[in-house]
């Protein structure tokens, strides 16, 4: 199997750097306009899956106008990953810069590909190079009560529940050790 394509640096593109999971041929590069047409299929085949819990409402809505627009707006401080296996688009991580050093996140993977451990991997890379490059200290994710690959995913991760609120769980992973 060929090895996937993987950019070693940002710094002439501006873009973030590409991330290489533990997984191979899994890895991290940054979602941009470049990605519109394979990301509206990958959000087109997923609708249902995205939206059992009432998330993603937005995605589940998608047209292609609107990820060309989503995907032309900066991230900012934040980023926008794609999960890639094989260089093809098969989920999204976001790292989301709340008020850093202190971050949130989200994750997804197309349905045909949960399973397999690729989102803990992919979370694992970012949160690393989260901690590590960005010097981040805390992580906190919100899940939908009902979302238990969610909540397992994060369990694997380390991440622990803080706070209970009507519709979700907070769950938090300190980054320092
Ligand atoms: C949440 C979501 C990303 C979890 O996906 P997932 O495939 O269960 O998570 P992973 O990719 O880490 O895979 C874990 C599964 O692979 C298995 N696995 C196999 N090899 C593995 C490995 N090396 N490491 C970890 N898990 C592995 C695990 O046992 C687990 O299987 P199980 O669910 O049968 O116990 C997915 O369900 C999803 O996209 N849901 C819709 C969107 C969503 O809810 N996002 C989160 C909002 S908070």
């Given at each position: 199997?060929?090895?996937?394509?993987?950019?070693?640096?940002?710094?002439?593109?501006?873009?973030?750097?590409?991330?290489?999971?533990?997984?191979?041929?899994?890895?991290?590069?940054?979602?941009?306009?470049?990605?519109?047409?394979?990301?509206?299929?990958?959000?087109?085949?997923?609708?249902?899956?995205?939206?059992?819990?009432?998330?993603?409402?937005?995605?589940?809505?998608?047209?292609?106008?609107?990820?060309?627009?989503?995907?032309?707006?900066?991230?900012?401080?934040?980023?926008?990953?794609?999960?890639?296996?094989?260089?093809?688009?098969?989920?999204?991580?976001?790292?989301?810069?709340?008020?850093?050093?202190?971050?949130?996140?989200?994750?997804?993977l197309?349905e045909a590909r949960v399973g397999a451990?690729y989102a803990?991997?992919?979370?694992?890379?970012?949160?690393?190079?989260?901690?590590?490059?960005?010097?981040?200290?805390?992580?906190?994710?919100?899940?939908?009560?009902?979302?238990?690959k969610?909540?397992?995913?994060?369990?694997?991760?380390?991440?622990?529940?803080?706070?209970?609120?009507?519709?979700?769980?907070?769950?938090?992973?300190?980054?320092?050790?």
């Amino acid at each position: 199997m060929d090895s996937p394509t993987v950019r070693e640096s940002s710094t002439q593109d501006g873009l973030a750097p590409d991330l290489p999971t533990k997984v191979h041929g899994l890895v991290l590069r940054e979602l941009t306009i470049m990605d519109a047409d394979a990301y509206y299929k990958l959000l087109d085949s997923n609708r249902g899956h995205l939206t059992r819990l009432g998330d993603y409402q937005a995605e589940g809505k998608a047209t292609s106008e609107w990820v060309r627009e989503h995907l032309s707006t900066a991230s900012g401080a934040s980023l926008r990953y794609g999960i890639r296996l094989n260089d093809e688009l098969i989920g999204r991580v976001d790292l989301i810069a709340v008020d850093p050093p202190r971050y949130g996140t989200g994750y997804w993977l197309g349905e045909a590909r949960v399973g397999a451990g690729y989102a803990t991997a992919a979370c694992a890379v970012l949160y690393d190079y989260a901690a590590r490059t960005l010097g981040a200290t805390d992580i906190f994710a919100g899940v939908t009560h009902g979302n238990a690959k969610s909540v397992a995913l994060l369990k694997r991760l380390g991440f622990e529940p803080v706070t209970e609120f009507e519709n979700y769980t907070r769950f938090h992973l300190s980054l320092v050790r």
